[in-house]
């Protein structure tokens, strides 16, 4: 029965995208090759002082990403700050300088870790900051990865793009119009919008509750569509304001996916080859699968004490929608930098909690974060194509591309990243007496390996910029605080120098054409293999810790 | 009329294929022993990160070991006691696996030291006759001016030297006056003697050859210590060995995956120790050596000697790794026709008379005009007349009117008074005309015709003519002449393109003739009319294509085309300026070797790939012997997990390190002879080495560790 449920639901969303990918990846291509400007944007790049008929050269293009994203931060902070003198306060405080600075950095780097609660803040807030910043943030990430695909696509060129023009065109013509659109679904199926704020009302028992109101569904579809994953309210969509119906859950997975699935074609347009798409989303879509029908095995199979005594690995589950609703979510969210939730990771089954960190170890590729997921696979493909095309008797070529020591240096660099804070953060926080005093006795109110799994999940959760939990654990402390702010500051602006910098050397170099002799890299064969260096790298890194946590508290 | 259609058979081209020699001896492998113990110094491991790891763990693990006793016996390790020897045991296996990568550059090393020690001999010091002040112009012989008796040690660039039959070489040069024979065996192993010659394509000697016949002036074209085989001897022994662009991109990918294990293996005990108790240095390090490429980082340096070494096998020398490697990724080849396509000369293949002509008058006049005829065509022609019975051998004691650039045309003049010429067409009806008078319209349409027939199928077309005493003129016929495409090269051509390598040929031919022989051979694409120019031209446009270009030559004139292809094979036999504009020498001049050079090339990056890709995949079983093992003591469960029924923790760990240190061993004759390579498209020779090294290293080790475990359970304690 739930296989069916699982089995329909994922074949609505393959059907829906599968729909969607040629026009939505064409159009993308579109926004980021066309010379026109419009009207709107002409203004901007006005204001801004931009030219935008003028490229910038890679390293031009990361410096306007980062002066971008600091000025992004510290407004976001300062708006925070300010909240009780701004208005739409609702009442409440400023919110703590450690929380806001987390934030502001959660929500920048795409990652919306809520080290707060999410009726803390104003509508301001949320509106002129959070949500800003879920557009944007999206923005850059699609940005950065239409730049490396411009790396590919552009011959003895010294630029990549113009990192403006991008991000006004990923916002403008990209995000904005999904959004509206996306907006309408959301609140035709019964996510609320408005600004009522908090309304007292009595219940048919003749209690009194607090109902909170909001701008939640233009707030939820760019949190979706632009794989933020930062909730309207503290309890995420698991709460019903925010997720009122069973097809609203699945429309909302159809919204995290759209564009990430669409990105490859795009890639292909890009550099003239559709194939070359469909090997990307293939190598995608095989990871996505692959990693949801394991979720649900080891859910719907429900090993542990409590789920046997149940009947079923309920607990934490969307009980609304059932156990396929949840495993959806929990892997789509989890394969892509989403990160918002309508089941509690936490409470999953030891091996089926293991899946959603292993998707997110997994770098977060299958389809990943807006942008970053085209990115982060492309770098895996490289890879892929340095080891085949040795194998094959030539220097290894990617699209015509020489993979050289420059294009290896930074693709290693960029695969050493994720797990060097995934793993030096929780080691950290073990190994110095002082943190793991901190971790031990506020952060975890589990022990043993689900307590080991906990700050698994939350560093791989920041260096992935995720930013979902594995809810047991108490993050607000002042370790975790900083230290997943590192991660998550890391993980993004560290693999994004490094995406650049390889944008730029590809794009310096000409085409090789292709031959017979040439290494294919649109058959089924080359997506085995990027599928299978995606896994290998994870397991060869990830499999002493995970043994140590979900796997130790499995297989008892 | 009839058109005899036979061809004579050339015969088979000499093959290249170096002679077959034992990859491994026990022989080898003593030599090499005092090599790999000496590089057992830290000083040495620091170029390669991978086995430089491994070395610190085998110091850290000796010294844990001799320290453990005074520490209160081996510790335990993830909560399971391990027996004494353990540490030592470890130990001595980490000692032998940094010994065992060692031992295999160092039998590659070896195998290029035997040619170097041929070669060192040819260097001894000579006396060189130098010619003190040398005038051009007056005594281009050098014979009136003095000559000092000077060390060829003492030889200068530019100095003028005097070699006298017996006399050896005394350093690398070009003749600027005389012709000699050469004995180069000592170079190219090849005993017959070769011509030397000054001005011309074949000017340049090596120091070092001798001088069998004649007397040369050379002028000296390289210092001393920079000759050639000053840098043979360098390269066969790898002492020139720079790291090429892809083993510098691999080792990048090498030590970032050693530098993740190294993370994993340093936070392994932190994040233990709270779900569960920390292992012991000795397992870590253990686990670290297991994970990181040893295999591939053992072999790396093996690997490209090797490849260099396989090219000095077959006579080629590369003057950089980097030529060997950019030969594997050639997409054009450019060959010469000449030599290379089609044997050196064109054959006759048939006569074709003109109506009214006996056959056999045409056969006789040709053969008999021919018969003085030194040139390969000239022969030929006697060769084919002879093939159809007819004897010219009886005939001929009139005049020789050899072949001129002028008259275009050949013949002989007989006692008779009648005269035969052979030539082209237009030089032939030029001579029949010569009185003013034409030949008959029907004559002329008829020959025309053959002509043009023979011309558009590749072939060249020899008028044959005849004036009698009385001035009577008669056109005979014509002979059919063409190049005769090598036997198997169509086949090889064909085999290129499923490699995606276009094969370009090179021709001073016309256009018509070109395309025709082009056709037959089954090349790509042809340039005609070539001239050194044409040639860097086209070099250029393909390169500007992004194609990577592979040619021959040995003229000077070759000398910038070499220079700008990416691959420039200069001829043996060809001058000074081609060799030094070339970045490979082939020492049997045979340019059809050019096509084993990009195999080899290719094999040297598939055993690479190869190699790297079973060292990966390896892990995965290691990771299910060592990972249980450690945490077996405290999580009973993840006995699942010891799939291969390892005996006990202690053993498990100890498995896992001996076949990680004698896979190594069982690879060194797979990297020292190469992969085989199979011309084949790129998606099937993908297809079939990630089958047997993917796969392969994935299924290997299981099977492998699990035999060993057998074995060291037997130790005591484990």
Redesign the interface.
Known sequence: MEWWMLIASVATLALALGLLYRPVGDYMAWVFTTRKNWKVERGIYKVIGVDPSKEQSWQVYLRSVLYFSVVGVLLLFLLQRTQQWLPYSLGNENIDSGVAFNTAISFVTNTNWQAYSGEDLSYTVQFAGLAVQNFVSAATGIAVAVALVRGFAYRRSGTIGNFWVDLVRGTFRILLPLSIVGAIVLIAGGVVQNFNGYVDVTTITGGTQTIPGGPVASQEVIKELGTNGGGFYNANASHPFENPTGWISLFQCFLILLIPFSLPRTFGKMVGDNRQGYAILAAMGTLYLASVAALAAFEFAGDGTAPQLAGAAMEGKEARFGLAQSVIYAGTTTLTSTGSVNSMHDSYTALGGMMPMVNMLLGEIAPGGVGAGLYGMLIIAV?AV???????????EYL?KK???R???LA??Y??VM??LV??G???S??IPAL?DSI?NESLTN???H??SEVIYAFASGANNNGSAFAGLTASTPWLTAAIGVAMLFGRFISIALVLALAGSLAAQ????A??????TH?P??VG?TV?TAV?VT???F???L???P??E??? | MSTLTHTPVPEAPKSSAPARRKTLTWAQIQAALPGALRKLDPRAQWRNPVMFIVWVGAALTTLLAVVEPFLGGPAESGGTSVPWSFTWIIAVWLWLTVLFANLAESIAEGRGKAQADTLRKTRTSTTAHRVVSYHPGTDPAAEQTPAADVSSADLRLGDIVVVSAGELIPGDGDIVWGIASVDESAITGESAPVVRESGGDRSAVTGGTRVLSDRIVVRITSKPGETFVDRMIALVEGAARQRT??E???N??L??LS???V??A???N???????SPASITVLVALLVC?IPTTIGALLSAIGIAGMDRLVQRNVLAMSGRAV?AA??V?TLLLDKTGTITYGNRRATAFVRLDGVRERELIEAAALSSLADPTPEGKSIVDLAHVEGVDAEAAGNGEIVPFTAQTRMSGLDMPDGSQIRKGAGSAITAWLEEDGTRLPSSVLAELDEHVEHISSSGGTPLVVAVKTGTGQRRVLGVVHLKDIVKEGLTARFAEL??????TVMVTGDNPLTAAAIAKEAGVDDFLAEATPEQKLAYIRKEQE???LVAMTGDGTNDAPALAQADVGVAMNTGTSAAKEAGNMVDLDSDPTKLIDIVAI??????T???L??FS??N??AK?FAI??AI?MG??P??S??NVMGLHSPASAVLSAVIFNAIVIVFLVPLALRGVK?RPM???K???R??AV??LGGIITPFIGIWLIDLLVRLIPGF
């Open positions: 890879i340095f080891v085949a095309g040795l194998l094959v008797g030539r220097t290894p015509g993979i050289g020591p294009e290896m240096k290693s660099l695969i050493l797990p060097l793993l030096g929780v080691a950290l073990f190994a793991r031990v022990t043993g390996s307590g080991l000409d085409k090789i054409p031959t017979a002799g040439t290494l294919p058959r064969l080359f293999l299978g290998l397991a060869l890194v499999f002493p810790v043994t140590l946590g796997l130790a499995g297989l008892l | 662009p892809n510098i991109a691999l990048i990918l030590a970032s530098i993740v294990f993370v994993v340093l936070t392994l932190p994040i233990a120790s709270y779900p569960a994970l490697e594997g990724d997409t393109r499923a490699m995606g390598i276009r294509g992004g194609s090339g290719k094999q040297l990056l598939i690479r790939g190869a790297t890709t990966i995949a892990d995965i990771y990972i249980p945490f405290v999580f469960g993840l699942v997990l390579y498209n790129a998606s020779i993908l297809g080495n990630l090294y993917g």
